[in-house]
């Protein structure tokens, strides 16, 4: 899991923003804040880099189980 989608929405940015400046099609986008799929690592980063957030802002740690 991811908070891709909450950081687009503190920032007041819409998910065409981020598709457009990616380079990633709009699906994976998509995908990505629905958590339907997780980025690599590597794309973790770009998005990172484009949304001028910490790496640490768009990872969700699991928590342990018991």
């Known amino acids: ?15 065409t923003w981020l598709f457009e400046k990616s380079g ?11 958590n339907r799929r997780e980025p690599r690592l590597e794309t973790f980063y770009k998005v990172a880099e484009i949304l001028q957030v910490d790496i640490k802002d768009l990872i ?4 342990k189980k018991k």
């Open 1 to 15: 899991m991811n908070h891709i989608k909450q950081v687009l929405i503190e920032k007041g940015i819409k998910q």
């Open 60 to 63: 969700v740690s699991n928590p």
């Open 24 to 34: 990633k099609s709009y699906a994976i986008i998509s995908d990505y804040t629905t």
